[in-house]
């Protein structure tokens, strides 16, 4: 519009400027027609052509006018049924939008015949909405056939029939439909969302982590988000691919620790394929890594027990191993403790534990207490104490997805089938265990200051000999540590086997945690015999 007000300004101008040039010019103009001569203004003469020029546009336009206005009628009474049309297409989509049945019904039927219905396809949707709201489905599922069948409406009508399978339980359906939208459109959200969680669902791994590139490549999903879920995806392979192809497993967990370097179960899927490939050194380090970034009891435990055949003093050199990266921490706390159990050095177990359940009163450091008073001293009673404190602590940490909780990382969760469900944390509504009497869960010092004193039983009985047995330990350890002047060995004497009481010899050079051999071959038994040692596969 302002473009054309600028041309008429512009045509004005010049017309002005050109009547004022013949002014300034004076001059006369002749004609000589059938013998007779016509002679006239220069001035006059323009402004005759000019008027002739406008009197003959007049006369066309109104001739034009004449001729066309049936056909101008007509489409301005079609214009005005299109709109009627129209206005009624709206409410009625805003009527099924409210609910209002009775009224979108109305508007559709008004709508379909003031408008072709393939002149507006929102006619179909219109109809279909109001089936849904009065519980035709029947009547809304051809609705949507339709619109699906139609170039134009199709990912329209898809979208209907996959969301009337969902309601209905039709999975294999709704798969089909989803599917078939994100082939044509893998742009669209929902459908490369339902494509992605059911491709993971069966286990197809190649085929979602191929859509999810093309969502990446759509920018359907943010980049972060896109490098999380192709993270969660290649993590799953690496897991069924551990058993038959280790080196394949390896590949695709490191690539999932390229994109989430903070993601635990591709790191213990690495380090389990390391392990089975000999790798034990690169292994550790990617153990190593996971725990600075974040400490979890399934790092500790795959870190400790590395290496099968290792002593039980080699596993808890490498438990404070761990608690040296992450000091002050529960879990590193809880590993040396187990650790130190495990080794038979009760004082340290107990030491660990205790500041665990300080820091972080739970279950699991009450358990470990208990597990350490039964090994230690084998007092039932203290041993009750200890578990009815754990039964009142709050819940360990788990992998919990939609209210479901699982012992070990999953995919997918079973209950809704979301991806990347799982995370590590308190149960829901499980925050705190069942409590004893109304109490309110204790805390270690007041465990402490209310455990039972130990029973003092008569000599003739089973545990006064495990106690027997305990004070002649204490007795080894302190001859032990007593200083003596260490013996000079020869270049390749073979080492002796170290008691649970002896101190492992010191060396000039450090030994790295994994790659050498173990500080001793096993424990001795209390009562004097070797366990045997075993080799066991870990993973």
Do not use: C
Request: proline content about 7%; glycine content about 6%.
């Amino acid at each position: 519009m302002l473009i054309r007000l600028v041309a008429f300004a512009l045509f004005v101008l010049a017309l002005a400027y050109g009547f004022s040039w013949l002014a300034d010019r004076p001059g006369d103009l002749s004609l000589i027609w059938e013998g007779q001569i016509y002679q006239t203004k220069l001035i006059v003469a323009a402004s005759a052509i000019i008027a002739l020029i406008a009197t003959v546009m007049i006369v066309w336009w109104f001739i034009r006018l004449v001729w066309t206005s049936p056909h101008s009628v007509t489409r301005y009474f079609r214009a005005r049924k299109r709109d009627r049309g129209y206005q009624a297409l709206s409410t009625g989509l805003i009527a099924a939008g409210a609910g209002n049945a009775l009224l979108a019904r109305k508007m559709a039927a008004r709508s379909r015949g003031l408008i072709r219905a393939d002149q507006e396809p929102l006619i179909n949707l219109l109809e279909a909405q109001a089936a849904l709201i009065e519980g035709r489905y029947d009547e809304a599922r051809a609705k949507f056939e339709a619109m699906a069948n139609d170039p134009e409406t199709r990912e329209l009508g898809l979208r209907g029939l996959y969301l009337e399978a969902r309601r209905l339980g039709a999975n294999e359906a709704a798969r089909q439909y989803a599917e078939k939208a994100a082939d044509n459109a893998p742009y669209l959200p929902w459908a490369a969302q339902a494509t992605l969680e059911y491709r993971s669902q069966a286990g197809r791994w190649d085929d979602a982590i191929r859509l999810l590139e093309q969502q990446k490549a759509a920018r359907v999903v943010e980049k972060a988000e896109a490098n999380r879920l192709h993270a969660v995806l290649l993590t799953a392979r690496a897991g069924e691919k551990l058993e038959g192809n280790p080196t394949g497993a390896r590949d695709d967990a490191q690539q999932a620790l390229k994109l989430a370097s903070d993601f635990i179960p591709a790191a213990l899927i690495a380090a389990k394929a390391l392990f089975r490939e000999g790798g034990v050194r690169k292994a550790a380090s990617i153990l190593e890594q996971a725990w600075k970034s974040a400490p979890h009891p399934e790092i500790g435990q795959a870190y400790v027990r590395a290496r099968s055949g290792d002593s039980t003093l080699d596993r808890l050199k490498r438990a404070e191993r761990l608690e040296g990266l992450r000091p002050n921490n529960v879990e590193s706390l809880l590993v040396v403790a187990q650790a130190a159990l495990d080794a038979q050095e009760f004082a340290k177990a107990r030491a660990k534990a205790e500041a665990a359940a300080r820091m972080q009163p739970r279950e699991a450091a009450f358990l470990l207490l208990a597990d350490i008073e039964e090994a230690e001293t084998g007092d039932q009673g203290r041993v009750r104490h200890w578990l009815a404190q754990a039964l009142k602590a709050p819940r360990d940490p788990a992998w919990v997805a939609d209210g479901f909780v699982s012992d070990k990382w999953l995919p997918v969760s079973p209950v809704t089938g979301r991806l990347d469900a799982f995370e590590w944390k308190a149960p829901f509504g499980q925050l705190e265990g069942p409590l004893e009497d109304g109490s309110a869960p204790a805390s270690i010092e007041t465990a402490l200051k209310t455990l039972p004193p130990l029973r003092d039983v008569r000599p003739e009985s089973p545990v006064n000999d495990h106690r027997i047995i305990e004070l002649e330990r204490a007795a080894t350890i302190a001859e032990a540590v007593r200083p003596t002047p260490a013996p000079v060995a020869p270049a390749k004497q073979k080492p002796v086997e170290p008691t649970v009481g002896d101190k492992a010899p010191a060396s000039s050079e450090a030994k790295p945690f994994f790659g050498g051999l173990p500080d001793d071959p096993g424990v001795r038994d209390p009562r004097g015999e070797p366990e045997p040692k075993t080799r066991l596969r870990l993973f």
